[in-house]
């Protein structure tokens, strides 16, 4: 393993103190969990070529998957397109039953999903055990909420005619999921259309394809019937080709999306031409809003926790920290010694750690290249602010930050904390809202009016009071703006894998 350092801060110093990581970490996951082809019809299929995962935190190749290409996506299709007609017709308990065995398979395999988790994605033992346990429970609420698709019968104003509203599902649907939640944003998306009746293709991300792999096991030990569920992983270098046929096949009726905002966009110019259903859950750029009347304690509390989360990689992290004059000092103050006291770098099964590394050196080197950006216009480094080995990067307190500043103006996906200080609620709500996306925004305050108005006016789709982890399988998870379309989660995700069919019941004698 290459020399890596365990962090700790030194507040007297600002300097962090080196200790080489001697210990080797290696992915002991039983063999029916860790697959490596893809899975299609129900069968693990190969392809003519494969890819290397990669430990983010040592940069050593892990195992080496199958690179499917897009003659296994249209096999994928077919297959789902095939399944879809008699898995619509399972009755709703039926696909209940069979979402909350997969459930109880995920919480009985848990540990050894979080280490898929941890080596292929990078993060924290701990926090990988709970993304696991994230993950189960959508398939526990969609499992719940299978039977509760309900129709409405609609009055009208005829003697001989009832009209009623039919819920059903849309049909293949493609799943294409990010790295960060390897495991989560797949059963979000998948508890919901298997749910609804669809049969799914899931495309994982190229550094993340294992957790994919582990949950289609699962699913077909929990009897999941062939075609209903089918993973696809591929290399960067054929995801083009690989997305061209999940996005554009005419036997698919619905894209699920997580990921940038470009490339969304990218994915709905390819539904367009066959006027699929889209949701889309894309970039952030959070604003985290500290007002004079806040509990000081619990918003810095509250700051670690939304900021910190998967070394800050998660699209609701809070990317602008607007800390109102008053309290800006004992803030700043307060949040650099915990960042002191909490945060520890390493790998992510040393029991210690609770930063792991960014996914890869050009995450790295992103937020290094904010950094110095900041800097260069007068911000001041507080804590950290150095760029590490590999793609390890130091947690990051700026202070006297300004709106034109890069770390401002673009989602940053990493450790840095830059706070910008005002005066009035007005001028705090211009900045949080002048941005083009609006997924999530977190604000502390203890004046019951203040909080109303704040809350309504934030142009984002989620809203943290007093609060910096909003996320929960019965809470709608969307954005507004170019934060994406569609929800999910809640009652009203299983509505993205529906369409409303209306039926007109005429010639009655009544």
Wanted: with cysteine.
């Amino acid at each position: 393993m290459s020399t890596v350092c365990l962090l700790r801060f030194g507040c007297s110093c600002r300097k962090l103190l080196p200790v080489v990581m001697h210990r080797r970490f290696s992915l002991d996951v039983s063999a029916p969990l860790l697959r490596t082809h893809g899975y299609v019809d129900g069968r693990w299929v190969s392809a003519t070529s494969d890819f290397p995962v990669l430990d983010p935190a040592t940069g050593q190749e892990l195992v080496r998957v199958s690179d499917c290409g897009p003659a296994e996506a249209k096999q994928a299709v077919d297959a789902a397109h095939s399944a879809f007609f008699s898995w619509k017709r399972r009755t709703a308990k039926d696909r209940s039953v069979l979402l909350r065995r997969w459930f109880e398979l995920l919480k009985l395999h848990q540990d050894e999903l979080a280490k898929l988790i941890t080596f292929e994605s990078g993060k924290p033992l701990r926090e990988s055990v709970g993304e696991v346990a994230y993950s189960a429970s959508f398939l526990e609420w969609f499992s719940e909420e299978a039977p509760r698709i309900y129709g409405d019968v609609v009055p009208v104003p005829f003697q001989d005619r009832r009209v009623l509203l039919l819920k059903q599902p849309v049909g293949v649907a493609t799943i294409i999921t990010p790295w960060n939640f390897p495991s989560a944003m797949i059963t979000r998306k998948v508890g919901a259309a298997l749910a609804a009746g669809c049969t799914v293709v899931v495309k994982p991300a190229e550094d993340t394809p294992l957790s994919a792999l582990a949950l289609a096991e699962l699913a077909a030990q929990a009897g999941i019937p062939a075609g209903v569920f089918n993973v696809v992983p591929c290399s960067r270098a054929k995801t083009p080709s690989v997305g061209q046929v999940l996005c554009t096949d005419p036997l698919v009726a619905k894209i699920s999306f997580t990921g940038s905002t470009a490339t969304g966009k990218v994915l709905l110019k390819l539904a367009a031409d066959t006027v699929k259903k889209v949701s889309m859950e894309l970039g952030g750029h959070a604003p985290f809003i500290v007002f004079d009347s806040a509990d000081l304690d619990k918003a810095v509390a509250g700051a670690m926790a939304s900021k910190f989360r998967n070394s800050g990689q998660t699209c609701v992290c809070s990317n602008r920290f607007l800390v109102q004059r008053g309290i800006h000092d004992r803030f700043v103050e307060k949040l650099g010694q915990m960042m002191d006291a909490e945060l520890r770098l390493g790998h992510g099964c040393d029991p210690d750690t609770t930063q792991g590394p960014l996914i890869n050196t050009g995450a790295a080197e992103k937020v290094a290249h904010q950094i110095s950006d900041a800097v260069s216009q007068g911000a001041k480094v507080l804590r950290g602010g150095k760029r590490l080995d590999g793609s390890f990067m130091e947690p990051t307190l700026l202070a006297d930050v300004t709106t034109d500043m890069l770390c401002c103006q673009e989602e940053t996906f990493g450790p840095l904390v830059p706070v910008l200080r005002f005066d009035t609620e007005d001028e705090a709500l211009a900045i949080a809202n002048a941005s083009d996306v609006g997924l999530a925004g977190y604000f502390y305050s203890q004046d019951v009016s203040q909080i109303w108005r704040v809350a309504e006016a934030l142009e984002v789709g989620m809203v943290g009071v007093n609060e910096g982890v909003v996320s929960c399988p019965e809470a709608a998870f969307g954005g507004v703006k170019q934060s994406g379309l569609g929800r999910e989660g809640s009652k009203y995700g299983i509505d993205e894998y529906l369409e409303v069919k209306y039926m007109c019941f005429g010639g009655l004698k009544l």
